[in-house]
């Protein structure tokens, strides 16, 4: 069945960097954009990043824009976030994201990974 | 403006329709996407585009849009259906996508 899976979430001091992938199964990954949202503990979902189906498009969040980087390798049906210079703000559940129509129409989600950035 | 507003809380009785909103100047430009989230659980598509429904999502619910406010409604809403509700779109430079704040909607 059409799958995602997170992995990589953590405790990490601020200011350190963190690597969060997301296996995708199911489905021709290849085919399909892809996002990340995450959500702060209580509050609502946030748009983090979003990379075209083959990764010629990237575009960020203010947020993260500068620390964070998408990518994904095709061939091994894997969608990674690149977190650096972590702060307590980017404490959140990161959920990966397949887009149904490359318009931001999210049709497959994961289970989402948590990150906690704390001292 | 790349906002999404959504009322914090609706309520409504079982069986009974209600509407949930979502306001933004992207909405003139570009639909809105519905999604579900029951507590612990990752968010579920619910409507897209003009008024389409995933696979496996009821009829009771549907979309629709005027100008620049898009809207979910639940008709002959049931008890599995309390949960939050979030409304995304592209915002207006096109390349940045933003999510409404969500509404908690209570089913008396």
């Known amino acids: 069945q059409v799958q995602l899976v997170e992995s990589g979430g953590g405790v990490v001091q601020p200011g350190r960097s963190l690597r969060l992938s997301c296996a995708a199964s199911?489905?021709?990954?290849?085919?399909?954009?892809m996002h990340w949202v995450r959500q702060a503990p209580g509050k609502g979902l946030e748009w983090v990043a979003f990379i075209a189906y083959d990764g010629s498009n990237k575009y960020y969040a203010d947020s993260v824009k500068g620390r964070f980087t998408i990518s994904r390798d095709n061939s091994k049906n894997t969608l990674s976030l690149q977190m650096n210079s972590l702060r307590a703000d980017d404490t959140a559940v990161y959920y990966c994201a397949r887009d149904l129509t490359s318009t931001g129409t999210m049709d497959v989600w994961g289970q989402g990974t948590t990150v906690t950035v704390s001292s | 403006s790349s906002e999404l507003t959504q009322d914090p809380a609706v309520s409504v009785a079982l069986g009974q329709t209600v509407r949930i909103t979502c306001q933004g100047d992207?909405?003139?430009?570009?639909?809105a996407s519905w999604y579900q989230q029951k507590p612990g659980q990752a968010p579920v598509l619910v409507i897209y585009g003009e008024n389409n429904r995933p696979s496996g999502i009821p009829d009771r619910f549907s979309g629709s849009s005027s100008g620049n406010t898009a809207s979910l409604t639940i008709t002959g809403a049931q008890a599995e259906d309390e949960a939050d509700y979030y409304c995304n779109s592209r915002d207006s430079s096109g390349n940045h996508w933003v999510f409404g704040g969500g509404t908690k909607l209570t089913v008396l």
């Open positions: 992207s909405l003139r430009s570009y639909y």
């Open positions: 199911g489905f021709t990954f290849s085919s399909y954009a």
